[in-house]
């Protein structure tokens, strides 16, 4: 019995791997969706699951089973395609594996071990969601989800967010730096290191929070200096791409990839929340800041760049998409990583100069009904003329 499930399962683990992706039918000009999760929790290894040794584990039983592979950081090195995954076992605790494909739509396989972090900050029960920047300083960093139980309160779900820090130079090996510290947000998610020094201080995308859920008071994504990175303090931090009512933000919002730098400024790729009857909403929409000033928004599209379509609306939190990953390779191709409804990874490509284009180009969100017909019949009007001149 164990030998054959044994061969049966390790079949189907190595059909999943070498399976080729292809494009979708999905088409809006801007980005091709792909057809594939290209990170699932059947992408695990067995040994990673599974007690190899028919003796101790005669019925071929999971002992340490996965229920998830989602948000990813992403980085391309040496023409490899890198994805640091948020990999959630049975036991609800999420942990971080590196997996790499030759070309970022398919073939992704983990390395043989997950990323055991330094245990150095004892309060800490979970970590996930990893953004990766490949920093003018030489090192890679990884910026995530730290989070600890919050013992002010006698409440088994209250928890306290802050941002850890970690860097590598291999993928392999890691080293631990303290949390990152906002004196004026009492927590912090969705925190993103800049790829430059500014005024030659490290400087991060934040998302000031209240508490564990609720931003509060907290009016978007914020930005932040501080002097050194191994103690990482910000005592202020600038509002950039903010919150605003009847929007995809307006519940909250937060930095998603590491920005991509372009001759027209630094691309976004952040993700909005809502409010439904269904519960919250995620999407992940686009701006831009100024090369010479990393807080100045430059250009905002209205509405969302992608939102959950399909089958990704199912899953363990349901009508979410999530991206904390995008890579720009040598051809100036773009691959957006992101999670749908908290459960799996998909692909999105498109290419920098489409990606310029959707940004500068896409008119702003109007912000209220009216003006927003406005905007599209003066589009109707326009297209309408041109057609008329063609005959």
């Known amino acids: 019995m164990f030998a054959k499930e044994y061969e049966r399962q390790l079949s189907k683990y190595n059909a999943l791997i070498y399976r080729k992706n292809e494009k979708s039918e999905f088409y809006n000009g801007i980005y091709d969706r792909w057809k594939y999760p290209v990170l699932t929790r059947q992408h695990i290894p067995l040994f990673w699951k599974y007690d190899l040794s028919p003796e101790t ?13 989602f948000n990813s950081g992403a980085i391309y090195l040496d023409g490899k395609y890198y994805l640091v995954a948020r990999i959630e076992g049975n036991d609800r ?10 070309n970022g739509v398919d ?12 245990d150095t900050e004892k309060d800490e ?37 802050a941002a850890g820090i970690v860097r ?52 978007g994504v914020g930005f932040g200096l501080c002097d050194d990175i191994e103690h990482a303090v910000i005592d202020e931090e600038i509002i950039t791409s903010k919150r605003k009512y009847h929007t995809i933000t307006e519940a909250k919002n937060g930095s998603g ?3 991509i730098k372009t001759d027209r400024g630094y691309i976004h790729i952040a993700h909005g929340v809502r409010n439904t009857a269904a519960g919250l909403r995620y999407v992940i929409y686009a701006f831009a800041t100024a090369l010479d000033d990393p807080s100045k928004v430059i ?93």
Request: proline share 5%; aromatic share 12%; hydrophobic share 35%.
């Open 57 to 69: 584990n005669p019925y071929f039983m999971e002992r340490l089973g996965v229920n998830a592979v």
């Open 93 to 102: 605790k999420s942990f971080f594996g590196v997996a790499v494909s030759d």
């Open 107 to 118: 073939g992704f396989k983990f390395m043989d071990y997950p990323i055991l972090l330094p």
């Open 125 to 161: 029960t979970n970590v996930y969601d990893m953004r990766l920047t490949k920093h003018e300083d030489g090192y890679i960093y990884g910026v995530f989800c730290s989070e600890s139980k919050d013992t002010s309160v006698n409440d088994l779900s209250a928890a306290v967010a």
């Open 168 to 219: 590598t130079k291999d993928m392999v090996n890691w080293e631990r730096l303290p949390n990152l510290v906002t004196k004026r947000s009492p927590q912090q998610r969705n925190v993103v290191l800049y790829p430059e020094f500014v005024n030659g201080k490290y400087a991060f995308y934040t998302r000031p929070m209240d508490d564990f859920i609720e931003t509060g008071s907290g009016g």
């Open 257 to 259: 990839a590491t920005p």
């Open 299 to 391: 250009a905002e599209p209205g509405g969302f760049l992608i939102a959950p379509l399909g089958r990704e609306r199912v899953g363990d939190v349901s009508n979410v998409v999530f991206t904390n990953g995008a890579i720009v390779n040598d051809d100036k191709e773009v691959f957006i990583y992101y999670a749908s409804s908290d459960t799996r990874l998909h692909v999105a490509t498109t290419t920098i100069d489409k990606l310029i284009d959707y940004v500068f180009n896409t008119p702003e969100d109007a912000l209220r009904s009216v003006d927003c017909v406005k905007q599209r019949c003066e589009l109707i009007s326009k297209n309408l003329e041109y057609i008329k001149s063609r005959g």
